[in-house]
T-cell receptor
Framework: TQLLEQSPQFLSIQEGENLTVYCNSSSVFSSLQWYRQEPGEGPVLLVTVVTGGEVKKLKRLTFQFGDARKDSSLHITAAQPGDTGLYLCAGALVGGATNKLIFGTGTLLAVQP | NAGVTQTPKFRVLKTGQSMTLLCAQDMNHEYMYWYRQDPGMGLRLIHYSVGEGTTAKGEVPDGYNVSRLKKQNFLLGLESAAPSQTSVYFC?????????FGQGTRLTVV
């Protein structure tokens, strides 16, 4: 059992559609991050959220940290083929080593042109 | 800029063989990590280090050992490889909250 569960596991959509990816846990995190990974590469950081209820926007991507700091969501508006990739959430546990990052199970997104 | 470099990039081992994966970072980061990535499992933390000379267990440490003799290097060892250790291994380093990853090592144990 992993601490961070993501849903859906796979998502295939058409260009221009909107989508939301969820990252859930029963544990409380001091911070939560979202990474994107492309084939043959390591994950690259998209955003970090640290305050319960925090919302951050990165162009067409909107990230939200749950009020209780146990969950997060990533919403993409008007998806483009360039958004295709594996999206991973990662969190640092409250009371744990600040820099001990636990990763979620991942969401594989395919955006068809 | 090199960032985080992993060697080798690919390796095939026979069951019972041993090997060491090398991770080197040139960003002077204190924290370093080894993860394994399997389909549908995301990234799972094997071991990590909060500074030179220190190591700690992650979520899935069994069958692996690590060493951090120099700040810039973090070694992952498999003493007796098993087919269950077939995976893609990623090394990462961090100073603050952002982790920087290498390109991965694809290991197959037959």
């Amino acid at each position: 059992t992993q601490l961070l569960e993501q849903s859906p596991q796979f998502l295939s959509i058409q260009e221009g559609e909107n989508l939301t990816v969820y990252c859930n846990s029963s544990s409380v995190f001091s911070s939560l991050q979202w990474y994107r990974q492309e084939p043959g590469e390591g994950p690259v950081l998209l955003v970090t959220v640290v305050t319960g209820g925090e919302v951050k926007k990165l162009k067409r991507l909107t990230f939200q940290f749950g009020d209780a700091r146990k969950d997060s969501s990533l919403h993409i508006t008007a998806a483009q083929p360039g958004d295709t990739g594996l999206y991973l959430c990662a969190g640092a546990l409250v009371g744990g080593a600040t820099n001990k990052l636990i990763f979620g199970t991942g969401t594989l997104l395919a955006v068809q042109p | 800029n090199a960032g985080v470099t992993q060697t080798p990039k690919f390796r095939v081992l026979k069951t019972g063989q041993s090997m060491t994966l090398l991770c080197a970072q040139d960003m002077n980061h204190e924290y370093m990590y080894w993860y394994r990535q399997d389909p549908g499992m995301g990234l799972r933390l094997i071991h990590y280090s909060v500074g030179e000379g220190t190591t700690a267990k992650g979520e899935v440490p069994d069958g692996y050992n690590v060493s951090r003799l120099k700040k810039q290097n973090f070694l992952l060892g498999l003493e007796s490889a098993a087919p269950s250790q077939t995976s893609v291994y990623f090394c990462a380093s961090s100073f603050g909250l952002e982790a920087f990853f290498g390109q991965g090592t694809r290991l197959t144990v037959v």
